[in-house]
């Protein structure tokens, strides 16, 4: 049964909702069905035989180049397309070749604007800063514009000397320092992608009872992009979310993204929903996520809530390096599906899967790579975590 958008813009989510996911490659192969184990015991928990989800398999990455010949099949765009929501491991990028990326592919095709990001620590988990307790942020990285955009030329290459030219020719641009060996990029903020992202934010911060949204920027020194993207929030913000303003359930600040880094180390409390750039997202995130305990944890998704699709992913990549030893995380993509739960609406199962891990991490019990800097920590394999979180669950 396909989840579909209504007109009031809430999605519809039938009991028996078909989920597309890719296996993914590498460490794929062993984190993608221990989330599903999880996620299953824990939505018959919750919810007996009156609801389940129907897991249907796309394939993208290797496993599909092999099969195929084709890294990224129409099908599973398809699949993505027709279903709304799914979920995937990480794939193989692709050396050389037409396609840059396929999660740069997904999330442009189905225009993914927002990547979301929560951040929150688990008790027991080895964190590199003295009060971890205090991280509880949501990261809107704005996903489809910026430097990231794609729009560069090689240093030396006759496209970039013809961009030169019109800078200097008719734009009266002298500021370059070495125009004959400089590479160019160009740096898009619009006024529409700016608003839809921080009015996800806003939208998420009153939806979940967050206090803040900042707006992460360096408007300072880049004025009509990140500047633009500081004034038109704000201005969004004032427009279309007076009430909640002037009652108190929301504040929206901003902070210059240097001083944010600074400020995320010393008084992360400070900070609950943060709304940035695509570029200064990308930093953000990774830094947020190794203070609480790194990418094997931390989860994400790209998602476009005016369409509601929405694609759930493992952050890190495919780990060749451990891969088909047990020794994966599954936890980057089971709180992945976590999120991608509580976008369903089913809060039940979601609550269930994270007190379990809480359980879990809080008696040392975890993967190697979180369990080797816990005092005591009891290393477990994938398969055997799994059954850990499935058995917790069901206690
Ligand atoms: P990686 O994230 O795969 O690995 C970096 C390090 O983190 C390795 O030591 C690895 O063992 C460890 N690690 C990663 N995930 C882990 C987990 N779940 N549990 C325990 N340890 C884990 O990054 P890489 O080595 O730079 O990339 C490998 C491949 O993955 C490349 O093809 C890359 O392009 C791709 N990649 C894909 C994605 C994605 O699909 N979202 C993201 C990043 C990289």
Redo the contacts with the bound molecule.
């Keep these: 049964m396909r989840i579909t958008k209504q007109k009031d813009g809430t999605l519809l989510v039938p009991d028996s909702p078909t989920i597309p996911f890719i296996t993914?490659d590498?460490?794929g192969a062993e984190?993608t069905p221990a989330m599903q184990e999880i996620v299953n015991a824990a939505v018959q928990l919750a919810y007996g035989s009156s609801r389940h989800i129907e897991w249907k398999e796309v394939f993208a990455g290797q496993r599909a180049f092999d099969a195929t010949g084709s890294w990224l099949p129409d099908d599973t765009m398809k699949a993505f397309q027709e279903y709304l929501i799914g979920i995937k491991g990480?794939?193989?990028?692709p050396v050389g070749g037409g396609i840059r990326s396929?999660?740069v592919a997904l999330r442009q095709t189905l225009d993914l604007y927002v990547c979301l990001r929560p951040v929150r620590w688990f008790r027991g988990v080895e964190s590199p800063i003295k009060e971890p307790q205090k991280v509880n942020m949501h990261i809107f990285r704005e996903n489809t514009e910026d430097i990231y955009a794609g729009i560069e030329w090689e240093a030396g290459s006759p496209e970039a000397k013809k961009f030169y030219r019109f800078l200097h020719d008719e734009m009266g641009v002298t500021k370059v320092r070495f125009p004959e060996t400089s590479g160019f990029g160009v740096k898009p903020v619009s006024k529409e992608g700016t608003e839809r992202l921080v009015r996800a934010a806003c939208r998420y911060a009153i939806e979940f009872g967050l206090p803040t949204v900042t707006l992460v920027h360096k408007g300072n020194i880049m004025k009509y992009t990140e500047g633009g993207f500081k004034k038109w929030g704000y201005e969004l913000a004032q427009r279309e979310f007076a009430e909640p303003l002037a009652d108190g359930r929301l504040l929206v600040n901003d902070c210059i993204a240097d001083a944010f880094l600074q400020n995320t180390l010393l008084r992360p409390e400070d900070y609950s929903v943060v709304a940035t750039l695509n570029l200064n997202g990308d930093y953000i995130s990774d830094q947020l996520a190794a203070m609480v305990g790194g990418?094997?944890i931390a989860p994400g998704a790209n998602i476009n809530y005016i369409s509601g699709h929405a694609i759930f992913?493992?952050?890190?990549?495919?780990?060749?390096?451990?891969a088909g030893a047990d020794?994966?995380?599954?936890c980057?993509l089971l709180l992945s599906a976590v999120m991608m739960l509580e976008y369903m609406g089913w809060q039940e199962p979601a609550d269930l899967i994270v007190d379990a891990l809480e359980q879990s991490f809080a008696h040392r019990r975890a993967?190697h790579?979180l369990a080797r800097f816990m005092p005591n920590g009891h290393s477990l394999g994938t398969a055997a975590f799994a059954q850990e979180i499935i058995k917790r669950i069901n206690d």
Excluded: R
């Design positions: 993914g590498g460490v984190i990480p794939l193989t990028t396929l999660n990418i094997g992913e493992a952050t890190h990549g495919t780990a060749p390096d451990i020794k994966a995380n599954p980057s993967t790579d």
